[in-house]
């Protein structure tokens, strides 16, 4: 039975809470050590719900919508493409449209001839057939033009970091400096508006917000908490370097207006969380904080010899490991990755490395199964030969994905070198495989094959280079027990367990709630 401790919390998401394991744990470890925690995140498609995550209230809500701002570029699309309908979808419907009126025109003008029954006249009034005709051209011709129009706007409107972004991010950070965000990209708005209601009527004691986009929400509802006299606490949970998203395929101005909403709300936070030592330098030192944020690993909760695990979840065909899932016999070399399936992942550097390893299996589990990325992994493995050596399969939960995968001989992690996030990154996947027991191959981005060194768990290899990474998975499977010998010394793994990055969570809760006590 856990001891209740005084304080409401409520934790806030950007996302559907699916698949983020960082805020699932978050929520139900500070719940099972005793405060009434409540996590509002984004409702799925099928809309809003609320269950729990065991001591943990899930709130799902649907996200609001606001009028949308009509941008520079818009506005000059609409001088340089008058004739342009509103969207693509409109003008499609109208070009339709036209269509079906010229057909039934069509038939009038032969019916005269093809009727053979009793009515030989219509019964309403018609205008003439020739000015029917001509009236109809007419329409179908500007209907035409229209549509040409706004297929040329929408590609104008689809640059997103052109000279009309450049004139917009300039003069609205001049104008209103960390405020521009405002007229840049109100998204936070828009879970301000939807969340607002809910965080006022749980009043909460501490607001934990995860990552940048909910830093806004937890500022705000605080401070109209502390006018309505509430003592508030905030903390923001960062899980990125935001000036470092520039990778994201984003432009200047969306670029600029995040990094201007976390420097504004920044200074009305109470204490600052992030994912590893050089991401906490570097919030450190472009914040100006007076202490350097607190590091909670995305580690994974320990494996422990012997137990079952959390559940006894299988897979759909029944599995209880990676192996039995993949049909593959306790000979076979597998490698493992689990998490996002993106081009900046790098999964393909996995399956193209299968071409110079002819015996191993790699599984992936991963999500959105049915993309274009994964289409493009089983046309890659199809074209060098490997398709009958690549197991795809949906994410498997958290609180069982470390047995899941330690049946497994090497868990591969092929992330792209170059991107700040990139190189700072202490990725959950990492320790997942550690608590695994697995060796791991990592690409050459600083944290992760730092850390790799150091340990001597693993093998580091050039990122982007199928090659050098099959080089470095055929040095860990002709020794193995070299690579996971580290993983036998005393207090190791237990380093890099959840159940650890948990207690550092409860000491800063503990500190900001003591005047509760």
């Given amino acids: 039975m856990r001891d209740h401790r005084p304080g409401r919390v409520v934790m806030l998401v950007d996302n559907t809470i699916d ?41 799902r809500l649907p996200l609001k919508r606001l009028p949308s701002r009509k941008t520079l570029r818009r506005r000059a699309a609409k001088l340089r493409y008058p004739l342009a309908y509103q969207s693509k979808d409109k003008a499609f ?8 009126n010229w057909a039934e025109l069509e038939l009038r003008s032969t019916g005269d001839a093809a009727r053979t029954g009793i009515a030989r006249k219509p019964r309403t009034p018609q205008l003439p057939l020739l000015a029917q005709r001509v009236t109809g051209k007419l329409r179908r011709t500007t209907i035409t033009a229209r549509a040409r129009q706004t297929r040329a706007a929408a590609s104008f409107w689809g640059e997103r970091d052109g000279v ?37 009527e749980l009043k909460p004691d501490l607001i934990h917000a995860h990552d940048f986009r909910m830093i806004g929400v937890a500022a705000r509802a605080a401070v109209r908490a502390r006018r309505a006299g509430r003592d508030v606490r905030v903390i923001y ?37 992030t994912v590893s030592p050089a991401l906490a330098e570097m919030l450190e030192e472009s914040h100006g904080l007076s202490e350097r944020p607190i590091v909670t690993l995305n580690a994974p909760p320990k494996l422990v010899p012997g ?23 306790p000979d076979t070399p597998l490698a493992v990755y ?51 050596r690549i197991h795809l399969m949906p994410y498997v939960p958290y609180d069982v994905l470390v047995r899941f995968l330690s049946t497994a ?17 202490l990725s959950t996947k990492f320790f997942e495989f550690m608590q695994a027991r ?20 693993g093998e580091v290899f050039r990122s982007e280079d199928g090659k050098d990474l099959a080089r470095a998975v055929g040095a860990v499977l002709s020794d193995r027990e070299r690579y996971t010998a580290p993983y036998d010394r005393p207090g190791m793994l237990d380093e890099w367990s959840w159940e650890a990055q948990a207690e550092k969570y409860v000491g800063l809760y503990e500190r900001l709630l003591k005047h509760l006590d």
């Fill in 409 to 425: 001989d090497v868990g591969i992690h092929p992330l792209r070198k170059g991107p700040v996030n990139h190189e700072v990154a």
């Fill in 237 to 273: 949970d960062a899980h990125e370097f935001v000036p470092g998203l520039a990778h994201h395929n984003r432009s200047k101005k969306w670029l600029a207006s995040q990094v201007a909403y976390e420097r504004e709300h920044i200074g009305y936070v109470d204490a600052v969380v």
């Fill in 338 to 388: 689990c998490g996002g399936a993106a081009p900046q992942r790098c999964l393909h550097t996995i399956v193209e490395s299968l071409e110079f390893l002819p015996d191993v299996h790699a599984a992936f589990m991963i999500n959105n199964l049915d993309g274009e990325y994964v289409a493009s992994l089983r046309e890659l493995a199809d074209r060098i030969g490997a398709a009958d």
């Fill in 438 to 457: 697995l060796p791991v191959v990592v690409s050459d981005v600083k944290a992760m094959s730092d850390e790799v060194r150091r340990v001597g768990n």
């Fill in 164 to 200: 009309f972004e450049e004139i917009e991010r300039r003069f609205w950070g001049t104008a209103m400096g960390d405020r521009a965000w405002r007229r840049l990209d109100p998204l936070p708005l828009r879970y301000e508006l939807s969340y607002r209601d809910k965080i006022e």
């Fill in 307 to 329: 137990e079952d695990g959390a559940s006894d979840w299988t897979t759909p065909e029944g599995a209880r490991d990676v192996r039995e899932a993949c049909g593959l016999g």
């Fill in 19 to 59: 698949g983020d394991s960082r805020v699932q744990k978050s929520a139900r470890s500070m719940a099972e050590a005793g405060w009434e925690v409540h996590l509002i995140g984004r409702a799925p498609k099928s809309g809003a719900d609320t269950y729990e995550i065991g001591d943990a209230q899930i709130h």
């Fill in 93 to 100: 419907l109208k070009s339709r449209m036209i269509k079906v």
